[in-house]
């Protein structure tokens, strides 16, 4: 039985890390993952269940002013966290509405964790959560709702 178990986990790992594989070369050039833009963040996503996950630490290249990481930076991280969500499942998508609370902000070099997740999908459409976390205390520094339109092609 173990050892049925223990093919079927490797198996699932296995196909979903082809599946990110495949997703990711159509993503390459992404400023907030892409691991072809030289001046990208570099972040990399994740499923978790059905949390969509990564960690970040901004640093002074990201700063808007007096060490504070720029909103559009926050904005960003918060809408690929999202998208990604969908991406993982094997599906294209853009942004069609977004709202953002910034509650505080963020301290350059503060490690931050993103998490997105979905809220409902119903035909094309694909309501969406997302929150920045301070890891040193479990604050959510900003968080966002959006809708997201699937890509037809």
């Known amino acids: 039985m173990?050892?049925?178990?223990?093919?079927?986990?490797?198996?699932?790992s296995t196909e979903q890390s082809k599946r990110e594989a495949i997703l990711a070369s159509g993503s390459n050039q992404c400023f907030v993952c892409g691991p072809a833009n030289p001046i990208g963040l570099g972040v990399q996503f994740r499923m978790d269940g059905d949390v969509c996950r990564a960690e970040f630490t901004p640093g002074p290249e990201?700063?808007?002013?007096?060490?504070?990481?720029?909103?559009?930076?926050?904005f960003s991280l918060l809408d690929d966290v999202m998208a990604n969500w969908v991406w993982l499942q094997g599906d294209r998508c853009f942004t069609a509405k977004a709202d953002i609370r910034y509650r505080a902000e963020l301290p350059v070099g503060t490690p931050i964790r993103l998490e997105g997740t979905c809220v409902k999908r119903k035909g094309r459409l694909a309501q969406m959560e997302g929150k920045l976390i301070?890891?040193?205390?479990?604050?959510?520094?900003?968080?966002?709702?959006?809708?997201?339109?699937?890509?037809?092609s």
Do not use: C
């Open 2 to 12: 173990n050892d049925l178990v223990n093919d079927e986990a490797k198996s699932s």
């Open 134 to 152: 301070r890891v040193a205390d479990d604050f959510v520094v900003a968080q966002t709702t959006a809708s997201f339109m699937m890509a037809t």
């Open 62 to 74: 990201h700063m808007g002013y007096d060490n504070v990481t720029h909103g559009g930076i926050v």
